[in-house]
């Protein structure tokens, strides 16, 4: 078989795989659970998602080489700072390749809201997640409440008005 026609089977192949897995597991859908996980954040502390147990938790895939990444920063900030006190946790995983990068980004910003980091998107990729940035909101109960693609606004008042109304409901632990 030449080169050419085994390359062509090999991305057939793995376009067919990549088709199927997304096809047959598109992740998880609102009003289920989320997955859990544990990962490290820039000082090596282990978190785990299940500790936010009882928050509303923003749970965000980000990269400091996407710059709709970049652009929603500040505003993630921002929310952090306005709702962390009523039971909101802002968590914004990093799927960058290098730590280093992180640090720097989050230095540079003065970002004070828990920054994780998904050392070869193994999280990320559980989540179904490939676009970025994607944003989770949780429930209080773990559950999940919307899914957004792409940068966003996250103190227009519409969200902010959201995310206080969830916020106020009561946990529905199963």
Request: glycine share 6%.
């Amino acid at each position: 078989m030449r080169a050419e026609s085994r390359a062509a089977l090999l991305f057939a192949a793995l376009f067919a795989c990549a088709s199927l897995s997304c096809k047959g597991n598109p992740g998880v859908q609102v009003g289920e659970a989320v997955p859990g996980f544990t990962l490290p954040d820039l000082k090596g502390r282990m978190h785990a998602l299940d500790e936010l147990r009882g928050k509303v938790v923003v749970l965000n895939y980000w990269a400091t080489w996407c710059p709709p990444c970049i652009e929603e920063m500040p505003s993630l900030e921002k929310l952090h700072e306005a709702l962390a006190s009523r039971g909101l946790a802002v968590v914004a995983v990093s799927v960058d390749e290098r730590f280093s990068d992180i640090e720097r980004f989050v230095d540079e910003r003065n970002l004070t809201f828990t920054v994780l980091h998904d050392d070869g998107m193994k999280v990320s990729r559980s989540y179904k997640t490939f676009k970025y940035p994607e944003t989770y909101i949780i429930d209080r109960s773990g559950r999940l409440k919307s899914k957004v693609v792409g940068a966003r606004d996250w103190v227009a008042p519409s969200v902010i008005r959201d995310l206080v109304a969830l916020l106020n409901e009561p946990s529905s632990e199963s």
